[in-house]
């Protein structure tokens, strides 16, 4: 059987309560993904005169019970019916959510107090809506910028890789073995296809239409690059690291410190006299990496625990033998191979990475700016917004702002 696998501890569930948390774009779904949403590239440009005006949506006065009294003998009889958003023309039924809360509740009920349970669902809820809110806004900008039957075409095209790619995946996550097996599956988790097939649907298309709408600027001045690199020098800055082979003689492994250093400094005489280096480290060193011809690879300044060998490591020339070094737990002989002192990245070599950060800066506020477009265009109301409800679960307006 298919699991959110949301893990939530008790205290988890009860930060719920009061922080509402940064909304995602992608649609809440009770069933882990697997795949990534995919890509089209059908999505003509927006037409000069979109068939719906870029204007907020017309507000309308929230009806006078928005959400249904609790019926005598149980408050689950009509729940899943319930209305508890309405996103522009869109409207979010608490079925549209509530396997999601359900799962996590299953999961983590036992750690929840009775008493607390109420609170602890509809704050799950709370969350669960405000997630849902920015994507779909952005499918409400979709809907009046692209006419319908370019719509249709589009949602056939996503279908078809839900039905060849998606299903699949969810028969071999649910361990079924036929279509008619996962629907039953999928009821029995209170869900159905679908539910699932709208979601991936609004997947793509969120996606694909957030980027349309945030073009890549990749164009950059010299003027531009060199101000960011001015402004954020610490950025480039690399530290010293150095790349050295070891031979190691521990003294715990010889019966005297005096032994330990014949043993050394034997190894030492074998190189002079021409034995390679890596051969004798992989025969007679006990270092931890003997067997790789005693070879370390970039080891940052500051990162070791014996002084005098970082000492000798950051000072002597390349390729030259040190002397016997005399540490808390062995003697060593190290050889630099290559050394990097501290410095910082040229301007001209840094200009490949400041590019790509400006863009994703500049894809990043677009991006936010679009966002904050489409919060004012597309009016918003949920059930929270309803001091009647709140008190009826519980809840105060306070809880949902923290």
Same mark, same amino acid.
């Given at each position: 059987?298919?699991?959110?696998?949301?893990?939530?501890?008790? !205290?988890?569930?009860?930060?719920?309560?009061?922080?509402?948390?940064?909304?995602?774009?992608?649609?809440?779904?009770?069933?882990?993904?697997?795949?990534?949403?995919?890509?089209?590239?059908? +999505?003509?440009?927006?037409t000069s005169t979109p068939p719906y005006p870029r204007t907020p949506y017309p507000i309308t006065q929230s009806p006078t019970s928005p959400?249904?009294?609790?019926?005598? !003998?149980?408050?689950?009889?009509?729940?899943?019916?319930?209305?508890?958003?309405?996103?522009?023309?869109?409207?979010?039924?608490?079925?549209?959510?509530?396997?999601?809360?359900?799962?996590?509740?299953?999961?983590?009920?036992? #750690?929840?107090?009775?008493?607390?349970?109420?609170?602890?669902?509809?704050?799950?809820?709370? #969350?669960?809506?405000? @997630?849902? $809110?920015?994507?779909?806004?952005?499918?409400?900008?979709?809907k009046r910028n692209i006419p319908a039957d370019r719509i249709d075409a589009i949602r056939e095209q996503v279908n078809k890789t839900f039905?060849?790619?998606? $299903?699949?995946?969810?028969?071999?996550?649910?361990?079924?073995?036929?279509?008619?097996?996962?629907v039953t599956a999928l009821r029995q988790e209170g869900s159905s296809l679908s539910q699932l097939r709208e979601a991936f649907f609004e997947?793509?298309?969120?996606?694909?239409?957030?980027?349309?709408?945030?073009?890549?600027?990749?164009?950059?001045?010299?003027?531009?690059?060199?101000?960011?690199?001015?402004?954020?020098?610490?950025? +480039?800055?690399?530290?010293?690291?150095?790349?050295? @082979?070891?031979?190691?003689?521990?003294?715990?492994?010889?019966?005297?410190?005096?032994?330990?250093?014949?043993?050394?400094?034997?190894?030492?005489?074998?190189?002079?006299?021409?034995?390679?280096?890596?051969?004798?480290?992989?025969?007679?060193?006990? !270092?931890?990496?003997?067997?790789?011809?005693?070879?370390?690879?970039?080891?940052?300044? !500051?990162?070791?625990?014996?002084?005098?060998?970082?000492?000798?490591?950051?000072?002597?020339?390349?390729?030259?033998?040190?002397?016997?070094?005399?540490?808390?737990?062995?003697?060593?002989?190290?050889?630099? $191979?290559?050394?990097?002192?501290?410095?910082?990245?040229?301007?001209?070599?840094? #200009?490949?990475?400041?590019?790509?950060?400006?863009?994703?800066?500049?894809?990043?506020?677009?991006?936010?700016?679009?966002?904050?477009?489409?919060?004012?265009?597309?009016?918003?109301?949920?059930?929270?917004?309803?001091?009647?409800?709140?008190?009826?679960?519980?809840?105060?307006?306070?809880?949902?702002?923290?």
């Amino acid at each position: 059987m298919l699991r959110l696998r949301l893990q939530l501890g008790w !205290g988890l569930a009860l930060a719920l309560l009061v922080c509402a948390g940064d909304a995602a774009l992608a649609q809440p779904s009770p069933y882990p993904r697997t795949d990534a949403p995919p890509q089209y590239d059908a +999505f003509p440009p927006p037409t000069s005169t979109p068939p719906y005006p870029r204007t907020p949506y017309p507000i309308t006065q929230s009806p006078t019970s928005p959400y249904p009294t609790r019926p005598p !003998g149980g408050e689950q009889q009509f729940e899943g019916a319930m209305r508890i958003a309405t996103i522009g023309n869109d409207v979010v039924l608490l079925s549209d959510v509530l396997p999601h809360v359900e799962q996590i509740l299953k999961q983590n009920g036992q #750690q929840i107090p009775p008493a607390q349970l109420a609170r602890v669902k509809w704050s799950l809820v709370h #969350q669960a809506v405000q @997630q849902l $809110i920015p994507g779909k806004r952005v499918m409400q900008d979709f809907k009046r910028n692209i006419p319908a039957d370019r719509i249709d075409a589009i949602r056939e095209q996503v279908n078809k890789t839900f039905e060849e790619k998606r $299903i699949p995946e969810l028969m071999e996550e649910m361990k079924v073995g036929s279509r008619a097996e996962l629907v039953t599956a999928l009821r029995q988790e209170g869900s159905s296809l679908s539910q699932l097939r709208e979601a991936f649907f609004e997947r793509a298309l969120v996606g694909q239409w957030i980027r349309q709408q945030v073009p890549e600027e990749k164009n950059f001045s010299h003027d531009e690059l060199l101000e960011y690199y001015q402004a954020n020098l610490g950025e +480039f800055e690399q530290e010293a690291k150095v790349r050295w @082979q070891q031979l190691r003689v521990r003294y715990e492994n010889h019966p005297t410190k005096e032994a330990a250093y014949a043993k050394i400094a034997e190894m030492g005489n074998a190189i002079w006299q021409g034995k390679p280096f890596e051969q004798v480290a992989a025969e007679q060193s006990d !270092g931890s990496t003997a067997a790789q011809g005693g070879l370390h690879d970039w080891t940052k300044l !500051g990162s070791l625990s014996s002084k005098e060998l970082e000492a000798a490591l950051f000072s002597l020339p390349r390729q030259q033998l040190s002397p016997i070094i005399e540490g808390p737990r062995a003697f060593h002989i190290v050889r630099v $191979i290559e050394r990097v002192d501290r410095h910082h990245t040229p301007f001209r070599d840094a #200009q490949i990475d400041i590019r790509e950060k400006l863009t994703k800066q500049r894809r990043k506020n677009a991006r936010r700016e679009y966002l904050d477009r489409l919060e004012e265009e597309i009016r918003v109301w949920t059930v929270f917004d309803e001091p009647e409800f709140l008190a009826q679960v519980g809840l105060k307006a306070s809880d949902l702002r923290r």
